[in-house]
């Protein structure tokens, strides 16, 4: 059964930098699948931060390209996200999220994590 | 950046009733459609993708419907645990750009 569960600090001072860290049970961090990240502010609707496959090169929402890196821990099996340059827009629930590479349901996002509340705030 | 909108934002519909969503894309996006369910204080379901596929586990009330720029979601016959937010999303780009209609809210009328 495959499990994602993130990790990091709940409160954030403004300006400072947003780390979360996913851990993948059940698969691999270096199946045919994608690692990605999505926010939801309370309330809203869903943000695609970004995604990342296996060890490659990142892609990320334009929007949010400047402040935003993800990444591989390759003997962890768990990916990360770091936002920097943080204000209290950021404020949001943040999912990691396994997308499809291969085979049916390919391209979608098939398993979530709970999510973690992350607010940005002095 | 292909936007998605969904309609209507509230939708209130009876128990046992049928209800159909919308969601509407700036730009083809072929079947690469998927819907999602969200239950308060849960993460979104994985409930069509490829524009009419029920991914697994998924009952046969949920059927998705549409190519190119316009789709649905049909739920028919209506059960309590139905009542949730559904978002859309398009999953056509390369390089990725994953977009996300603004949900709508199904809620007991």
Redesign the interface.
Known sequence: QVQLQESGPGLVKPSETLSLTCAVSGDSIYSSNWWSWVRQPAGKGLEWIGEIYQSGSPYYNPSLKSRVTISVEKSKNQFSLKLNSTTAADTAVYYCVRRVGAGPPRGVFDMWSQGTMVTVSS | ?IEMTQSPATLSVSPGERATLSCRASQSVAN?L?W?QQRPG?????LI??AS?R?PGIPARFSGGGSGTEFTLTISSLQSEDFALY?C?Q?NNW?????????TKLQIK
Request: no cysteine; glycine share 12%.
């Open positions: 950046e690469s998927a999602y849960q993460p979104p379901r994985l993708f490829g596929t991914a978002f999303h999953y390089p990725p750009l994953h977009t996300f209609g603004q949900g």
